[in-house]
């Protein structure tokens, strides 16, 4: 019996005749696991490519909120601002006014 990678459901085969010598599997039956192989090869592709893109972004937006972190601090700084936990709103309109 094979596993199907997709349901995780056992998939048997069809076979003709009582003994083994005369076992037969029907054709249709080897195109459908087949196509299910086939068709969980390009979901893992797809998978292993979706993780790639999130990684990326994942890590670009790491980036970003490290430098506004920056930036806030710097705003901070130029703006004055001393009120711990609020500095970011606060650099916020401080960052729109000097725009």
């Known amino acids: 019996m094979n596993r ?3 349901a995780s ?7 003709i005749g009582d003994d083994d010598e005369s076992r037969e ?3 249709w039956v ?3 696991q087949e196509e299910m192989e086939r068709l969980r090869k390009r979901v893992e592709e797809a998978e292993q490519a979706h993780v790639k893109r999130l990684t990326l972004l994942l890590d670009n937006l790491t980036s970003d909120v490290y430098n506004l972190t920056v930036q806030v601090a710097d705003l901070e700084k130029v703006k004055g601002c001393t ?3 609020h ?7 401080a960052a729109r006014s000097i725009l």
């Open 83 to 85: 009120s711990a936990g």
């Open 87 to 93: 500095g970011f709103y606060f650099s916020i309109g």
């Open 9 to 15: 459901a056992r998939i048997g085969q069809w076979q």
């Open 4 to 6: 199907c990678g997709l």
């Open 30 to 32: 080897i195109g459908v």
């Open 25 to 27: 599997t029907f054709p």
